[in-house]
């Protein structure tokens, strides 16, 4: 290649191409490229996937090494070209769009073409000297797309879940500590959108914590289902052109890379093309945005108003609310982080119609399962660490309004129950609502309780928990 050349020439299968010189990518990239123009989501953009596709390569050169089956001065400058990428470096050399067919085979050869130009570079030759590192025979040597893409998926979203964990515990932590802060807040449970029994806003709190808390082992379950890796499979499963003792190889070393503990699968031939472990990954994300959004509905209408609506807490005002209502300030980061549990939802029914559309040896449609789960966890990461911090860690109370609302309600008539029946309890709330009088003088009038008991019954404090009949 001469000096200050601005592209490089390189050939496949289809005829030679021109290549950026300084690229680390070659020529299959380069048609990946100019393929997939599709969802302006690149590689790239997801630096952990990268990073896992690099532990891939350094564990199969290490291996094969070690078998035999590679030269150990080439295997060295890969491990060592894969360690600069695990270490972040040549990032920008990954552009292949997320969307595109051929089942990841662009993804897994821009990974070899970046790692082994620089590893050329790192042996002392120049990028494209293919015969010193090859992408195909070298960095790619006893594998396919077929086992090295998934195992790459398969560890790259269990990287992105622990940052998704971390802001789970966060955000159910946010909730809790609200939940001590608003204890002794009394106020009105509601069903069916209608006054129920009081309850307090410490116990409303509490609950969204609790309810969060629990989706953390779930989705440590179905995470730690993506450890169960294909590496050796090569092909369809049946480890054509792998060398014995390779796929145990690979994926001990993949641990002892990586630090986690990877496990080979058990029936390869199965394995490759089954997809049901980013369906059942994805489901569990799926229930998390369900809950999430239930949560977010709450703090909207229980923020409603602020004069003539719920108008039980206040959330933190993030931004003017309307361009011809002053004074309006609105919800947006419930708001928001509801859409953002609706794209999830949506990316679920994504996977699952591609997990369903493989056929026979492998599941085609794996790019489109990849992008929705990255979306999906890099998505609600955000989100919840956006109403955390924009949100929930300011919400007040409004605590007389609150329990005003109590002393108010036809709803505390369900106290009544066991001291004078439900059919007089009935009497007793639509004679309520149709004079307006209190429970309280309504029960005086018809002598069915003295004054004291009816005091002590009523007392909002005391409906709040299971306790003996007075």
């Given at each position: 290649m001469e000096k200050n050349a601005k592209f490089r020439v390189e050939s496949d299968l289809l005829g030679e191409l021109q290549v950026p010189a300084e690229a680390y990518y070659g020529v299959q990239t380069q048609r990946a490229i100019n393929n997939y123009k599709i969802s302006n989501s690149k590689m790239c953009d997801y630096p952990e996937f990268v990073i896992s596709i690099a532990y891939v390569k350094k564990a199969a050169a290490a291996a094969n090494a070690e078998l035999g089956a590679l030269d150990k001065n080439i295997a060295e400058g890969i491990c060592k070209a894969a360690d600069e990428v695990i270490g972040g470096k040549l990032w920008e050399n990954f552009p292949v769009d997320m969307m595109q067919g051929g089942a990841g085979t662009s993804v897994n050869m821009n990974a070899n073409e970046v790692i082994a130009n620089r590893a050329l570079e790192l042996m002392g030759y120049e990028k494209g000297d293919y015969p010193h590192c090859y992408p195909n025979d070298h960095v790619n040597c006893g594998q396919s797309t077929n086992d090295a893409y998934p195992t790459a998926l398969r560890y790259a979203v269990y990287r992105m879940n622990k940052d998704l964990l971390k802001s789970l515990k966060q955000l159910a932590d946010a909730f809790r500590a609200k939940g001590e802060e608003f204890k002794e807040d009394v106020k009105m449970g509601r069903t069916q959108l209608q006054d129920a029994v009081p309850m307090t806003s410490g116990q409303e709190f509490t609950a969204f914590a609790n309810t969060l808390q629990d989706e953390i082992a779930h989705i440590e379950y179905n995470a730690k289902l993506l450890l169960t890796i294909n590496m050796g499979a090569t092909a369809i499963g049946t480890g054509l052109n792998a060398v014995p003792g390779y796929a145990d190889l690979v994926t001990k070393l993949l641990c002892q890379y990586t630090g986690d503990e990877f496990k080979k699968a058990d029936d390869m031939i199965a394995a490759t093309p089954d997809t049901?472990?980013?369906?059942?990954?994805?489901?569990?994300?799926?229930?998390?945005?369900?809950?999430?959004?239930?949560?977010?509905?709450?703090?909207?209408?229980?923020?409603?108003?602020?004069?003539?609506?719920?108008?039980?807490?206040?959330?933190?005002?993030?931004?003017?609310?309307?361009?011809?209502?002053?004074?309006?300030?609105?919800?947006?980061?419930?708001?928001?982080?509801?859409?953002?549990?609706?794209?999830?939802?949506?990316?679920?029914?994504?996977?699952?119609?591609?997990?369903?559309?493989?056929?026979?040896?492998?599941?085609?449609?794996?790019?489109?399962?990849?992008?929705?789960?990255?979306?999906?966890?890099?998505?609600l990461t955000n989100a919840m660490n956006t109403l955390r911090e924009k949100c929930v860690q300011g919400i007040t109370v409004n605590a007389k309004h609150n329990m005003d609302t109590v002393k108010h309600s036809i709803g505390i008539v369900t106290a009544l129950n066991p001291y004078i029946g439900y059919k007089n309890s009935t009497k007793v709330a639509k004679e309520a609502l149709e004079t307006g009088k209190s429970l309280h003088e309504i029960v005086l009038e018809k002598k069915l309780l003295t004054e004291e008991q009816v005091d002590e019954i009523l007392d909002p404090k005391a409906m709040l928990t299971a306790h003996n009949k007075i």
């Open positions: 049901s472990d980013y369906v059942g990954y994805s489901g569990a994300l799926k229930r998390l945005a369900a809950k999430l959004s239930k949560i977010c509905n709450d703090l909207r209408l229980m923020a409603s108003g602020p004069r003539c609506g719920l108008n039980e807490i206040n959330l933190p005002p993030m931004a003017p609310g309307s361009s011809i209502m002053p004074g309006k300030v609105n919800p947006v980061i419930p708001e928001v982080t509801n859409q953002v549990c609706f794209k999830v939802i949506g990316n679920d029914t994504t996977v699952t119609l591609a997990a369903e559309a493989g056929q026979l040896q492998l599941n085609v449609m794996e790019p489109v399962i990849v992008e929705c789960l990255f979306e999906s966890v890099s998505w």
